[in-house]
């Protein structure tokens, strides 16, 4: 059964980074293409950046280069550098990995922007 694990989140101020980190376990991981997502309170859950097998990457406009997405097939983890932080990016998020048509969730990690 596959198994998702987040890491790295916390409280930071506007304009700080942080790196989350999602370790895998029990998945194809270097055939998934992987994912991070989030979801602020009373909001949907949206796709932040995606990076998938062929090294093809999408980025959600309002992240789109602040943050980067990178794997690493030989640890298994997938890491989501995010930089210049805003409080709209306050939110629960959530590491994603899809193969075959099936999609494996991470508990998910809270990331809190406030001064």
């Known amino acids: 059964q596959g198994q998702l694990v987040e890491s790295g989140g916390g409280v930071v101020q506007p304009g700080g980074s942080l790196t989350l980190s999602c370790a895998a376990s029990g998945i194809n991981f270097i055939d998934s293409g992987m994912a991070w997502y989030r979801q602020a309170p009373g909001r949907e859950r949206e796709k932040v950046a995606t990076?998938?097998?062929?090294?093809?990457?999408y980025y959600l406009d309002s992240v789109n280069g602040r943050f980067v997405i990178s794997r690493d097939n030989a640890k298994k983890m997938v890491f989501l550098q995010m930089n210049n932080l805003l409080p709209e990016d306050t939110a629960v998020y959530y590491c994603?990995?899809?193969?075959?048509?099936?999609?494996?969730w991470g508990q998910g990690i809270q990331v809190t922007v406030s001064s």
């Open positions: 990076l998938a097998r062929s090294g093809s990457l």
């Open positions: 994603n990995a899809r193969y075959g048509g099936k999609d494996t």
